[in-house]
């Protein structure tokens, strides 16, 4: 537990003192009371009358202590509900996620994977789904019926080429429409429009971007005079949103996905990397060509590193299923820096109380 005002905390050395006036005022109420004899004084009063006398006193000690502890603005790491209300999937569809190197293929259990976390999600809470191979594009926009997103994922349409950073920068540009990100110039295919090249029909949503935005990639809108200057925030503090995204292999083409990942640590934008299929790589057949392919395990954590966010391998269908299973609890339950101030205010507010009513229960009086 840490403090926002920890200098407060020397108000706690009051404590001791008033335990001390509190000793010599009983000292001196003794001395001032004479009896003829103090035996049967002691013995009217018995050892459980003259205890009980004590605990009112001690309980409002108690309760100025939490007082001074909250007044100094303790906080701590709990587990709250998540405040996330959309999560992008940008799941790779190159040619390489048909290797078989998982059972009985990786784009086959990459599909069964995505459709397990869509399913646990709560209704509140919106999906959307980028799929990227050459060249990327949302194929459903964020959206909370879940027959229209399990439709998207059963239309995927493997393609060559893997565009990472493409795939990162459509995220970007679903999640912050004002960016200023021309997904046009990422590619054929690539954007907010029927993304036919990673899928086997048109897209559902509304959304058509791009057209009118700057013409250079990466870089911001021109500021107008009606329009303030875009001004980053720290990595990892935007909370309405996050993005996921599972590749299997390199990039080769398309936008650097370091560069992308800093434009979403710009945004305080958290991206989670789940890098699928064994370490060693394997070779997939390519139009009579065997080629070997291989994870870019270094890539995908610096993604994740630069937003704050964390990075996931999984060899095997049940590994990518426990990854989505973690990810998801992740997102409705997160642990996070939060000031606890009210808890010692309600404690000290219930201490006070207890006192109060104790003494008029006990003595007949208040405190």
């Given at each position: 537990m840490s403090f926002l005002w920890p200098k407060l905390l020397w108000l706690l050395l009051l404590a001791p003192v008033l335990v001390a006036l509190y000793v010599l005022m009983l000292r001196r109420r003794k001395r001032a009371v004479r009896f003829a004899s103090l035996g049967l004084v002691k013995e009217a009063i018995g050892p459980g009358?003259?205890?009980?006398?004590?605990?009112?006193?001690?309980?409002?000690?108690?309760?100025?202590?939490a007082m001074v502890v909250g007044t100094a603005r303790p906080s701590a790491v709990v587990t709250l509900p998540s405040e996330h209300r959309t999560v992008i999937?940008?799941?790779?569809?190159?040619?390489?996620?048909?290797?078989?190197?998982?059972?009985?293929?990786r784009i086959t259990a990459a599909q069964a994977a995505a459709r397990s976390f869509i399913e646990e999600q709560p209704p509140?809470?919106?999906v959307g789904i980028v799929a990227f191979g050459g060249a990327a594009a949302?194929?459903?926009p964020p959206t909370s019926n879940r027959e229209e997103l399990l439709a998207a994922i059963d239309r995927f349409q493997l393609q060559r080429g893997t565009a990472t950073g493409s795939a990162l920068l459509v995220s970007i540009a679903t999640l912050f429409p004002d960016a200023g990100i021309d997904v046009e110039a990422l590619g054929p295919g690539s954007g907010h429009g029927t993304g036919r090249d990673a899928l086997r029909g048109p897209a559902r949503g509304p959304g058509e971007t791009g057209r009118d935005g700057p013409k250079v990639l990466g870089q911001e809108r021109t500021p107008?005079?009606?329009?303030p200057a875009f001004t980053p925030v720290p990595p990892g503090s935007y909370e309405s949103a996050v993005v996921i995204l599972l590749s299997d292999g390199r990039r080769t083409t398309g936008p650097d996905p370091v560069d992308a990942?800093?434009?979403?640590?710009?945004?305080?934008l958290r991206v989670f990397t789940v890098g699928f299929g064994t370490r060693e790589g394997t070779s997939v057949d390519f139009g009579g060509w065997s080629i070997y392919v291989r994870l870019d395990e270094e890539a995908l954590k610096a993604v994740a590193e630069i937003t704050r966010a964390e990075y996931f391998h999984a060899g095997t269908a049940d590994d990518l299923k426990k990854v989505y299973q973690g990810l998801n609890s992740k997102l409705v339950l997160e642990r996070k820096e939060t000031e606890i101030s009210a808890l010692f205010a309600a404690a000290a507010a219930a201490l006070?109380?207890?006192?109060?009513?104790?003494?008029?229960?006990w003595f007949r009086r208040p405190l």
């Open positions: 009358q003259r205890l009980r006398r004590h605990v009112p006193p001690a309980l409002l000690l108690a309760a100025l202590v999937l940008a799941i790779d569809v190159s040619l390489s996620m048909r290797a078989t190197d998982v059972d009985p293929s509140n809470l919106r949302l194929v459903q107008r005079p009606d329009k990942a800093k434009m979403a640590a710009e945004r305080g006070s109380i207890a006192a109060g009513l104790l003494s008029l229960l």
